[in-house]
């Protein structure tokens, strides 16, 4: 049993990365027993990553549908901030961090959005996790909302790409989707924090997922994180979850494909998502290496 007077152990994970120094660190507590949402938002914004990850006990009759039925957890996650519903990078960390320990194979964990099954397996010698995202859905971004949006990040509207239109994409957590038309407009971040802050409490935005097409599969994006107390989330595989809902529901790609996300390039902590469709199956599968950060 942890208590105010017992630091449980961190773990430092990266992921979508096998490099420590790339892709999006994570706090992983693998045995958050006893803690209160006081003492795991206290602990997050000690380690102050983007978000860190906490792992209790899962729910009576979790991991049915895993060889293992200890292979199953509950999972949380907290921002520096706040708590937040999901985390697709922090999930991705957590479920290498597992493999490390348990071994490859299949993995449940249960979260606030609902029971995200994730699967480890070794290639060439590292670890790579694929998430399957809850059931997405797509909605319409009111047009005053979406001047404040580009109000707050000082976007020109004639600097959007007009084949991807905005929306709000969930896949787990919301996302506001909006597509740069050139490079150069996304690698050029610099927003109003609190200005854009409100307007995502307002629209219970979790980030902005940017976007810029390089090529008919291959995305560049970036997603700043306001809300969670960080300028920018480094590789968002929540946001990228929705971003394959949001391609695939405005066909902007074939019904099965995968995309290429590159993500953290401009913040030096590079990353690479891949974003897997399939034919049948509205859910979104977001998978990637992860690596320890040494302390």
């Excluded at 490099?19 to 938002?41: F, K, Q, R, Y």
């Excluded at 490859?104 to 249960?110: E, S």
């Excluded at 506001?176 to 038309?181: S, V």
């Excluded at 401009?266 to 040494?294: F, H, K, N, Q, Y």
């Amino acid at each position: 049993m942890n208590s105010m007077h017992e630091t449980p152990d961190v773990l430092h994970y990266t992921a979508f990365s096998d490099d420590p120094e790339g892709g999006n660190p994570a706090g992983i507590v693998l045995d958050a027993t006893g803690l209160s949402d006081e003492e795991m938002l206290a602990i997050a914004a000690e380690v102050g990553y983007s978000e860190s990850a906490f792992l209790t006990a899962p729910p009576e009759g979790a991991g049915s549908g895993t060889s293992d039925a200890g292979r199953a957890y509950t999972i949380r996650y907290f921002s520096p901030k706040a708590e937040v519903p999901f985390c697709g990078h922090a999930t991705v960390a957590t479920a290498v961090a597992l493999g490390e320990r348990i071994g490859p194979g299949d993995l449940v964990f249960a979260t606030q959005a609902g029971t995200v099954p994730v699967t480890v397996t070794r290639e060439d010698g590292a670890l790579r996790a694929t998430l399957t995202s809850v059931e997405p859905h797509i909605e319409e971004v009111a047009a005053d909302d979406l001047t404040e949006a580009l109000a707050a990040l000082d976007w020109p509207a004639g600097d959007l790409d007009p084949a991807l239109p905005a929306r709000i994409a969930f896949a787990g957590a919301r996302h506001l989707i909006l597509a740069a038309a050139s490079r150069e407009r996304l690698a050029h971040l610099a927003y109003d924090f609190a200005r854009l802050e409100a307007l995502m409490h307002r629209l219970d935005l979790t980030t902005l997922e940017l976007v810029w097409r390089a090529s008919a599969e291959v995305f560049h994006v970036r997603a700043p994180f306001p809300v969670g107390g960080v300028v920018e989330d480094p590789a968002t595989g929540a946001a990228a979850a929705a971003f394959g809902a949001y391609a695939r529901e405005l066909g902007l790609v074939p019904e099965a494909t995968v995309l290429t996300l590159h993500q953290g390039q401009d913040m030096g902590r590079p990353g690479l998502l891949s974003v897997e469709l399939r034919a049948g199956d509205r859910r979104i599968r977001v998978s990637g290496t992860g690596t320890r950060i040494p302390a």
